[in-house]
């Protein structure tokens, strides 16, 4: 079973950045796709990102393309997610995730079935 912890999370004024970190243990997720995904009060939890397992195709959601940037390293068994130009709608609690399929693809996304706790973003006006 595996264990994800996100970090990196906190309270940024509009246009700032920050970088979230998702920390995999208890087996190695280098042969998987990796997500991230994030759920703001009142509404359904939505994708991000995601990247297959070498990192070779990426996914993003329309409305963070362009300011968001998810990246991974096999070796420490880390997933990332760059964000800049934050704007108050993207608040929300972000979560990671690994797809169950061994293919290494992040296609279907309801496949993504391991989840971390979450970490909060909030960004001010």
């Known amino acids: 079973q595996v264990q994800l912890v996100e970090s990196g999370g906190g309270l940024v004024q509009a246009g700032g950045s920050l970088r979230l970190s998702c920390a995999a243990s208890?087996?190695?997720?280098?042969?998987?796709?990796m997500g991230w995904f994030r759920q703001a009060p009142g509404k359904e939890r939505e994708i991000v990102a995601a990247i297959n397992w070498n990192g070779g195709n990426i996914y993003y959601t329309d409305s963070v393309k362009g300011r968001f940037t998810i990246s991974r390293d096999n070796i420490k068994n880390t997933v990332y997610l760059q964000m800049n130009s934050l704007k108050p709608e993207d608040t929300a609690v972000y979560y990671c995730?690994?797809?169950?399929?061994?293919?290494?693809?992040?296609?279907?996304?309801?496949?993504?079935?391991?989840w971390g706790q979450g970490t909060q973003v909030t960004v001010s006006s």
């Open positions: 208890g087996r190695t997720v280098s042969s998987y796709a």
């Open positions: 995730a690994v797809h169950s399929s061994n293919s290494g693809t992040y296609f279907p996304f309801r496949y993504f079935t391991s």
